[in-house]
């Protein structure tokens, strides 16, 4: 499979994720105490934990800090009542939005997150109006400069469902994210070392967004990721590199 541009990718990636690195990691911390303490500490048979583990790592977080928290989770800490919660919803350009979230006050996010529509000219939906537009996935991402032939039957070897090869010669691998970890190392044993591996939601239609509409979804996108308790943000907006020259 051939992508344009990693731009169009589902989840918004910012160029300034250096300078929000410490959010970063606090959202990270909150993932592996969350998913140590519902599936348990061994990521070789938590998939939820292992997604997060290689999160970490892909984020340059260090092994101490990643195991603290697994093990703050293990711990089953009562003042760790964190809930995950996804919201649904509508953004610019009719872009069908899906919020993944954790959280210690359902009110105070659902403000937020709602908060955050409204302003950019969407709106909340209910649940169940977007998701079904998106599968969960894994994908394993890799710089320009592999042999797309080799990653290709490496990926495929090890039980990949597709690659997608992108103009500048980057490469993403996806996975049934429960096997994501298992991909991954299989890859990492074939010789191909991954810039990130990640969970994330593909949507199955995307919503073409013109100059006027993508600078306002890239805002929703960033008031969203701006509050604590969002973990992760995925849309099925289509920026074309025509668009995104002007932005």
Known sequence: MAGHSKWANTKHRKAAQDAKRGKIFTKIIRELVTASRIGGPDPASNPRLRAAVDKALSNNMTRDTLNRAIARGAGNDENDNMESIVYEGYGPGGTAVMVECLTDNRKRTVSDVRHAFTKTGGNLGTDGSVAYLFTRKGIISYAPGLDEDAVMDAALEAGADDVETFD??????????????????????????????????????????????????????????????VQEVYHNGDISDEVAALL
């Open 168 to 229: 500048d010669g980057a490469i993403d691998v996806y996975t049934a994210w429960e096997i994501l970890g298992d991909v991954k190392d299989a890859m990492d044993a074939a010789g191909f070392n991954a810039e990130s591996a990640e969970v994330s939601m593909i949507p199955s239609t995307k919503a073409d967004l013109d100059a006027e509409t993508a600078p306002k979804l890239m805002r929703l996108i960033d008031m969203l990721e701006d509050s604590d308790d």
